[in-house]
């Protein structure tokens, strides 16, 4: 298999980098072969996995804006099966840019199509925005992961996006589906993290992952160090959570034989 698949939500701070590195570097660790690709300009997927953004020459900017190919702007992690398609802020300004581009909704898909057979999976983490990088993103993808934060405000937003999506549906990428919401920052203590799980499992049903990402200090502590959690501490509840969530993705795939409720039993094991 050769998927890609986008980390997006157009509100911020619900996990979409967290996600995009660990479930990236989780896949690697199960030895498949994954690309990361950090479509925000923040960059904070390239800082995250060990790179210092003001050092990049090459990345996602210069892909689609000079159109070098994407092969050169991979570097190699510290993961066997990870590599990196890094950003800078550079990239903030190639919406104007290309803005009078032919097809230029299409360009991220047509950079990939060259590397696409290299990898078993391209995660990509996108900026918390809808704008031609993101919509690239999406174009480019057979799939979608939703992050949603297990607060107040949980909702918020994801009609305007299921509504993007259905868009880019209806026209520029007809095959791109929903791989799964996935509920992150989770406190079992909270009553209102409980309300907010009922309530995104009741409204979106099988769409919604098993395996719920917990509030953990380790996951907060190991971009500071250029670290997926699973480096920083393998026995971290965070840890366990993104194995378990990457599990899940290769079951639902038809990848592995693992049972989505054996991932559950790990998961409550280890609440």
Not at 122 to 143: E, F, Q, W, Y
Not at 232 to 244: C, E, Q, T, V, W
Request: with cysteine; net charge negative.
């Amino acid at each position: 298999m050769n998927k890609i698949i986008s980390i997006v939500n157009q509100k911020g701070g619900v996990g979409k980098t967290t996600t995009a590195i660990n479930l990236a570097a989780s896949l690697a660790v199960l030895e498949y072969k994954t690309l990361l690709v950090d479509a925000d300009p923040q960059a904070n997927s390239t800082s995250g996995i060990g790179f210092d953004p003001k050092d990049i020459r090459t990345g996602l900017y210069e892909v689609l804006v000079n159109e070098v190919p994407a092969e050169d702007a991979i570097l190699e992690t510290d993961y066997k099966f990870l590599d990196i398609l890094p950003s800078n802020i550079d990239l903030v300004g190639a919406e104007i840019e290309l803005i009078s581009v032919p097809n230029r909704e299409k360009l991220m898909k047509f950079a990939f199509s060259k590397i696409k057979e290299n990898y078993d999976f391209i995660i990509i983490d996108c900026s918390p925005s809808l704008g031609l990088i993101t919509t690239n993103s999406l174009v480019a993808s057979d799939s979608v992961i939703i992050p949603v934060q297990c607060e107040y405000f949980a909702l918020e937003g994801l009609g305007k996006l299921l509504n993007t999506l259905k868009i880019i549906q209806s026209g520029m990428n007809p095959d791109l589906q929903i791989e799964g919401l996935l509920l992150t920052m989770y406190d079992m203590r909270l009553r209102l993290s409980n309300q907010v799980v009922e309530e995104v499992k009741m409204h979106f049903q099988q769409l919604v992952f098993d395996t719920i990402i917990q509030r953990n200090t380790k996951l907060s502590e190991a971009p500071s160090f250029g670290k997926a959690v699973i480096s920083h501490d393998a026995d971290s509840k965070g840890a366990i959570n993104y194995l378990n969530l990457a599990k899940e993705l290769l079951f639902k795939n038809g990848l592995t034989k693992i049972n989505p409720f054996e991932v559950n039993t790990t998961k409550q094991t280890n609440s």
